[in-house]
């Protein structure tokens, strides 16, 4: 998972930073953590994060207009952190996870923490360089693998469809036909025979057919929130 915690006081920064790398490693889960001290930092790299930890009261523009633009663009998932809990009522809208007082902000977080990993699915790192929230769609070649990214760009890993499907079990990947993985979050539209991921369509198998409908379906309702 990606994070970008955004506040103007370096130390809060750094203790929000703690708190989530605790998090994270107690859970096992893959995460990258950058910083910003305004709304601009974090709206410049917003598009590559999962989720934007904000505080509300920023110099310049604040937390609340940055959501407020961001809503229009990228699905980040945002959580709100702020001193001023008169301020709740405006922060929240689509995306938006909740709200975190900074006096309470250990039992709080970790709870958001959770919940966004559950939402997102958890990231495995293939070949410890690849992450799989960032992989599309993955084709059987023999005794490798095609990952197909986001970006477009492809790789090749060494293993067969089978042992990289039961590795990314718990990552929101569902097998459509004996060559294929397909990534639920990228799923655009699903037909009898046939499904359109980021806009390519694959053939999906009587065999998989009922456990991608059922696979789906929980995927859906894990998302409602988000969506």
Not at 33 to 53: C, F, H, Y
Not at 65 to 80: D, E, H, P
Not at 140 to 149: A, G, H, N, P, Q
Not at 154 to 181: C, G, H, I, P, Y
């Amino acid at each position: 998972m990606r994070i970008c915690i955004c506040d103007d006081e370096v130390r809060d920064r750094e203790s929000i930073g703690k708190h989530c790398e605790d998090f994270f490693r107690k859970k096992g889960v893959t995460y990258e953590i950058s910083m910003a001290g305004d709304a601009k930092g974090a709206l410049e790299i917003a598009e590559r994060m999962d989720l934007l930890v904000l505080d509300i009261e920023l110099p310049g523009m604040d937390g609340i207009t940055l959501k407020n633009q961001m809503q229009r663009s990228k699905q980040c998932m945002i959580l709100f952190v702020t001193s001023h809990d008169e301020m709740m009522p405006e922060a929240f809208g689509m995306n938006v996870l909740g709200f975190v007082e900074k006096r309470n902000l250990s039992f709080k977080l970790y709870r958001y923490l959770t919940q966004a990993v559950n939402m997102m699915g958890r990231d495995i790192l293939i070949d410890d360089k690849y992450h799989s929230q960032d992989i599309v769609m993955i084709h059987s070649e023999r005794e490798y693998c095609c990952l197909y990214f986001e970006d477009g760009m492809t790789a090749l890993v060494r293993s067969s469809l089978k042992n990289m499907e039961q590795k990314l079990e718990e990552s929101d990947f569902v097998r459509v036909s004996r060559a294929w993985l397909v990534h639920m979050k990228y799923l655009e539209r699903i037909e009898k025979k046939e499904v359109c991921v980021a806009g390519r369509w694959l053939p999906v198998t009587r065999g998989c057919r009922e456990l991608l409908y059922k696979a789906y379906e929980r995927y859906c309702e894990r998302n409602a929130r988000y969506y």
